[in-house]
């Protein structure tokens, strides 16, 4: 007989129970068989049709009895003995169940072939991979999948009866390249090896060679569509791969990410293949990778899933991290092979379960990403816990608590220096690689091992670095020796009153009413502020900030990337108002613009913060808004992100026009325009401090502190009073806090509809009826300083 049936590309089952049951059924030799799990063959329907009555896909089926057993209709196939026991090993696994399952789950998107076996087809050459892939395949898989831990069953048997369901149903979509669906992206190279090669989109990976990589990871890179390496990964990745500690520093956006990335996994695929070969078991995981925050821990495991995705065999990744529930993080890292994490979570999960740190104890690499911000401040206790455990050697179950606590038993100090002994011991076996865009000149030194690490206390950054326990001294790899600011970025600087830079800030983001817009400050409370002015102003923001739970903070950055809103509130494109909590390393594509509403506290915070632009090989603008009691702290900033390329260009002195020579121009916006735009900020903010003032409630120093502290101001100060934030001048902060807290739903309801209809109006220039639109501030940027907006003709408005 003859079934049909047009099979959607269908998302991969999700591991667990469901799935064991299918596999269950194939059990035997002749029996019940679900209709996915029939030998299905594709019809060929010719080319000319092209789908169009949505034949495309269509599938026969040959030698199966359809037994009507009551109600139920049920398909007899017989199955091939060995493809019944090959999945029989996969259900020996006693694992997880579904729910809290997270390695399938979490690899349910990657549905990349987590059998170690596969990675032998991914070396063959084509024609040979086809014949083994039609005919020998169940046998060998058979006898490899006998040579796996258990633990890495599940993932094996489960991945391989999806991809091979994803296969057939493959063959029967129409081939492109580019998955339409991101669930279809899992299964790439599945789908790329079925490709005729002139279907392949050709990307020629030839500057990729000269790094001695893998063929599979090559092809995986090609995948990506990354055709050569950036500088950073260039220069990074043989020296990791020839085994050496390296200290990677390259500009914002410039991949670092993969510099890492790629050895790390090019080390985890030929360890799979060696245990393979001699049969033996997983020693738990690869890698650490510690990340300075949530978001950035989040990023670095897509963008290596992302990798993964076009390998036949893949690495289970996982992140630990806070605001996740731990029981589920600890039963990941049990069979996680590169493990991502904030040292705080880490080293909780780590203290907590003994079983988490002889799981990491054999890790092949430590890396720290974002490693000046990682070892300082909040995560610095953290850090050197985690790395004095990883150091110490495995101990006898029974002395493992005394080991963790300390004891001040007989014989603690010989023990001690035993196990130092053996920490050295145990301390060559892993790598060390440590990267970011910033590190200051003298650490650099001493961590290329120019000079010696001279830690002036137990809480200094030195004394952390040296708890590190390189092997050798690491290489140094500068990407960016002279600039530290990405290549395609313009820097901007815009002076304005301390009490202006809501108006300022909502002046520059009206001149770029399409650009997607970063913008910092440097406290919690501004972004609570300023995201409802925003807001009242009909611009789509969403908040960052460290005191939002994990959720919500993943759910802004979605909005975001996602653009949401932008077509609600009059084609503008989205806002994140943050903290430096999103400073580092965060990767959102297209974000054409980042704006300081505050000057960063440190220079590196600049860097990092204008390094969310101008990524990769795109184009950005950096502004700072700057109030005249920044200028100072201003000019030490850019002195210091530019000294280096002043000292190149031979130029001296510590002038404002030093500013603009080092790369960063003034900008002057047009006054006149911006008093246009005043009576609207002042009731948005107006409404926005009402509402804000009714949530605070009595707590009413507090509230005017705070917003002194967010404008930057003291809160005695003059400026305060006279500009009597709160609206009118010369009133008083205390009554004007009081009427913000006393303002009527009525008069509220009335500013709002005030602010309405002067956001409905055009803003008339005073020149004639022309109104504002939007204005390329990176063209601007382009000419000399000061000539920036101070011309209506350059301010490209329309009539
Ligand atoms: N070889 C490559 N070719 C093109 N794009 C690449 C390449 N490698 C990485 N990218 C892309 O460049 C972007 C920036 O990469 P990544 O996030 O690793 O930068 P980074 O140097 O770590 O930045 P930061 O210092 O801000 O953390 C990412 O979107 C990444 O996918």
Known sequence: MAVDKKRKNTKAPASGPKRR???QSSKQIKRPVSVDALAWKTVDIPEMFDDAEGFFGLEEINGVDIVKDGDVVKFMAAVPKSEAEVEDDGEEFGGFDDEETPKPAENADQEVETSESKGEAANTPAKEKKVSKDQKKPKEQQKQQKQQPKKEQPNKAANKKNSEDKKKARKNEKTTVEPKDPELETDLFTKLEELPE?????????????????????SSIAKLKFSKPTVIQSKAIPEIMAGHDVIGKASTGSGKTLAFGIPVIESWLSAAETRKQNKEERQGATALILSPTRELAQQIRDHLQALCKGLPTAPYICSVLGGMAVQKQKRQLQVADIVIATPGRMWEVMSSDNSVLASLR?????????????????????????FKALDRPPVEENNEDQKMGGTDEEGQEEEEEESEEEEEEHVNKRQTLIFSATFNKNLQQKLAG??????????????LLQKLNFRETPKFVDANPVHQMAENLKEGLIMCGDMEKDLYLYATLMLQPTRRALVFTNSVNSVRRLTPLLENLNLPAFPLHSGMIQQARLR??????????????????????????????LDIPDVDLVIHYHVPRAAEDYVHRSGRTARASNSGTSILLCGPKEAVPTQRLVAKVHAQAEVK???????????????????????????????????????????????????????????????????D??????????????????????????MSKGELASLRAALRDLLSKRINTGVSERYLTGLDVSELLKGEQGLFLGQVDGLGLDD
Not at 198 to 214: A, G, N, Q, R, Y
Not at 450 to 463: G, N, R
Not at 717 to 742: D, P
């Open 450 to 463: 120019k000079s010696k690490f001279k830690a002036t206390s137990t809480q200094d950054m030195e004394y």
């Open 717 to 742: 100060s003059e400026e305060l009073e006279k500009a009597g934030k709160w609206g009118g001048k010369g009133s008083s902060k205390k009554q004007k806090q009081k009427e913000a807290q006393q």
């Open 21 to 23: 049951k299918t596999q």
């Open 649 to 715: 260009a031979g130029n001296s002195g510590n002038n404002t026009k030093k500013l603009v020579s080092s790369g960063l121009r003034t900008i002057d916006i047009d006054r006149r325009i911006v008093a246009k735009l005043r009576e609207r900020v002042d009731l948005a903010k107006k409404i926005a401090d009402a509402v804000q003032a009714k949530t605070m409630g009595g707590k009413e120093d507090d509230w005017m502190k705070k917003a002194a502290e967010d404008l930057g101001v003291d809160y």
């Open 362 to 386: 054999n890790i092949s690499f430590l890396v720290l990403d974002e490693a000046d911000r990682l070892l300082k401040d909040g995560h610095f206790k953290e850090a050197e816990e985690i």
């Open 556 to 585: 802004s950055i979605d909005r975001f990337k996602a653009n949401e809103g932008a077509k609600k509130k009059n084609g503008s494109a989205a806002i994140l108002v943050a903290t430096d909590v999103a400073a580092r390393g």
């Open 198 to 218: 002139s279907e392949e989109e050709e990307i020629d990976m030839s500057e990729w060679v000269p790094l001695d990589l893998s063929p599979r990871m090559i």
